[in-house]
């Protein structure tokens, strides 16, 4: 792995969730070295248990664990509007697990045995995507791929239009125009004031006080 590839994994908390003691202690170890920080959970009901309290920046877990395994994991989480990133393990090419692994949004589905280039490649994906999210303040970051926002103790998930509407200020410096948003939000179809309003009002609800500002007869800013 690369020097770079290691220096922004030292800032990034991780889960690895796996059910044979051996493997998990391994494993974990490994990850230790390249992550800042490790939670280690022995099946997916451990690791929900644990996410109640604590909010790793990625998942990476196996398959076929007792009580739950990765896939149930995944869909519990989604299920509750969690978007974290997951990194599927198997000893399989299941086709029905990877067709499932690609609608729940997972960052790579790993046949195992793991290899660094394995790990690498999917690590380098992770924060490809990383790279594009939106840091709003301490502990909230938007993720305009999955249109999901990450709060302290939350993710909450956007509408279309609110995270068209959010990408647009994100990226455009200053203050964009109700002409603008009308363009780009609703793409060129008519807008009304009191759509625009209620869009802005709802988007606020999912961010830090503050953060959407309107300038009266010009436009919006973040």
Request: charged share 25%.
């Amino acid at each position: 792995m690369t020097p770079e590839l290691l220096q922004q994994l030292s800032r990034i908390s991780v889960m690895y969730v796996e059910d044979e003691p051996g493997l998990r202690r391994n494993i974990g170890g490994m990850l230790e070295v390249l992550f800042g920080s490790v939670l280690l959970a022995k099946d997916g009901e451990e690791a929900l248990e644990m996410l109640k309290m604590h909010h790793p920046d990625l998942i990476i877990t196996d398959v076929q664990m007792p009580n739950l395994g990765g896939i149930g994991l995944v869909k519990a989480l989604r299920a509750k509007g969690d978007m974290t990133p997951v990194i599927i393990l198997s000893a399989y090419a299941e086709v029905d697990d990877m067709i499932e692994a690609i609608e729940l949004s997972l960052v790579r589905y790993i046949i195992k045995p793991i290899t660094e280039t394995k790990l690498a490649s999917a690590l380098e994906k992770f924060l490809s995507a990383r790279a594009q999210n939106l840091v709003l303040e301490a502990g909230w970051e938007v993720d305009f791929t999955t249109h999901t926002v990450f709060a302290p103790t939350e993710s909450l998930m956007l509408t279309k239009k609110e995270s068209k509407l959010l990408k647009l200020l994100a990226f455009k410096k200053g203050v964009v125009s109700y002409g603008e948003i009308e363009q780009v939000v609703w793409e060129g179809e008519y807008m009304s004031p009191n759509a625009l309003r209620l869009l802005a009002k709802n988007l606020r609800k999912k961010l830090p006080k503050g953060t959407v500002k309107n300038l009266q007869g010009v436009g919006y800013l973040l």
